[in-house]
């Protein structure tokens, strides 16, 4: 094997082992700084001595025993005399003559716990929720800070402050490295599916720049949703976040068209959506289901990308029911922008008078001022309704207000198709 395929061969070793032993770490050495660096020391060693002894029979272990030597040697060599870290070196030395059976079994047995502690920690609500995807995507991920900039469309320094700020506010926070219990875990739960969505979100729609969507940050999301489901096989809503991920995921191939631009979802080739994905995603929503969570609203939001996944033509679409599943998921998770898509399935189902009165309520309240699907859907309600020239205003407005390029062509094309 040639030197770089083995070089790449222990990095894909050390990206699907990075999660688990760096849940480790952290609760060993109570420092998630500490806990990187160790990491990547662990790495660096696994790179120069794997190509000649082979990659181990567990890679975990190994990398867990070098990572550990190595925070031997450097708090001997600092000669720290903090009790913390006192006791950090005495929890490790008891280990250091462990065999690498032994450390297997001991990170089988913590393994839960340990990257659940490193998920909650990455996503604390004390973080915005841009720092928590950003720290999300680089401890839990192990994307590099290059990697996380080019996702977000932003430069490597912004990325570098945002974790570095985030780990010094968990810091000085004092916060345990710890799975959240009782009543907390409800809240902490919530952001970390909160962040996990806003990753795919970007991936799926990106905000901004020439590309449409992200299917690499969409893949991030949808790994991160496994792990999670895995680790908390009794939750619903991690099963209806991961549903509602497989099953929109599925339309990638089919969302953009050979130049990129935008396909939208009733002219879609649907032989192109992955079948797989669609039911992976089923039965993930029939886990949730089964739970008791159908009315949470990552299920309900799954329920409702089940009814397209279904229907074997645009035609075939049940609007009826998407609009009686909008109804529900209104009154789970209220927010102007579930009512805009409560609209646009309401326009759907029983005509575009129908969509417009719901919209003038929105237009009324006035928070999606600014917000491109607003008038990007009035258009599509007006056009269909025959007010041409009324659609093409709209749709002019929208393509105004959108930062990505291809959703602006697509608009601008809208509104150049009115006439009358």
């Known amino acids: 094997m040639a030197e770089t395929d083995i070089q790449q061969a222990i990095e894909a070793v050390f990206r699907i082992e990075r999660a688990r032993f760096m849940g480790g770490l952290v609760r060993l050495v109570r420092s998630l700084d500490l806990a990187e660096e160790l990491a990547q020391d662990a790495l660096v060693t696994a790179l120069a001595e794997w190509p000649r002894s082979g990659v181990p029979d567990r890679p975990g272990a190994w990398l867990m025993a070098a990572a550990k ?33 032994a450390m297997e079994a001991a990170l089988d047995d913590d393994y839960g716990d340990e990257l659940l502690a490193l998920v909650f920690t990455a996503c604390h609500p004390l973080l915005a929720a841009e720092a928590r995807a950003a ?24 990325i570098a402050q945002r974790i570095v700020r ?43 720049g020439d590309d449409l969507i992200r299917p690499a940050l969409c893949a991030e999301a949808a790994r991160l949703g496994r792990i999670l489901a895995g680790l908390m096989p009794e ?9 509602l991920m497989e099953l929109q995921a599925s339309r990638l191939p089919a969302r953009t068209a050979a130049d990129g631009a935008l396909v939208p979802l009733p002219a879609q080739n ?13 039965a993930a929503l029939d886990r949730a289901e089964a739970l008791g969570g159908g009315e949470g609203p990552y299920a309900l939001q799954a329920a409702l990308a089940a009814c397209h996944a279904r229907a074997a033509s645009a035609e075939a679409t049940d609007w009826s029911r998407i609009a009686g599943l909008y109804d529900r998921l209104a009154v789970a998770m209220p927010s102007p922008v579930v009512d805009l898509n409560r609209a646009i399935a309401h326009s759907m189902a029983f005509g575009p008078p129908a969509g417009l009165a719901l919209l003038a309520a ?53 509104a150049a198709a009115c006439c009358g």
């Open 270 to 282: 649907r032989t192109r959506w992955d079948r797989p994905l669609i039911s992976h995603g089923l």
């Open 135 to 158: 720290l999300t995507l680089r401890l839990v991920g192990g994307l590099t800070t290059a990697e996380i900039a080019r996702a977000f469309l932003s430069n490597e320094a912004t």
């Open 235 to 243: 939750e619903p809503e991690v099963f209806g976040l991961l549903a």
């Open 166 to 208: 985030a780990k010094r506010t968990l810091a000085d926070a004092g916060l345990r490295y710890a799975v959240p219990r009782g009543q907390e875990r409800h809240g902490r739960l919530a952001s970390v599916l909160e962040v996990l969505y806003l990753i795919f979100n970007e991936g799926y729609a990106a905000t901004a």
């Open 69 to 101: 030597r190595r925070a031997i040697d450097r708090l001997r060599r600092q000669r720290m005399l903090v009790r913390k870290h006192a006791e950090i070196a005495r929890d490790i030395e008891q280990e250091r003559d462990t065999t690498t059976e």
């Open 362 to 414: 929105i237009e009324a309240e006035g928070s999606l001022r600014d917000y491109a699907p607003l008038p990007a859907a009035k258009g599509d309600f007006l056009f269909r309704a025959g007010r041409f020239a009324e659609a093409r205003a709209s749709f002019s407005r929208a393509a105004g207000l959108t930062r990505n390029a291809r959703e602006r062509a697509y608009l601008e094309q809208r």
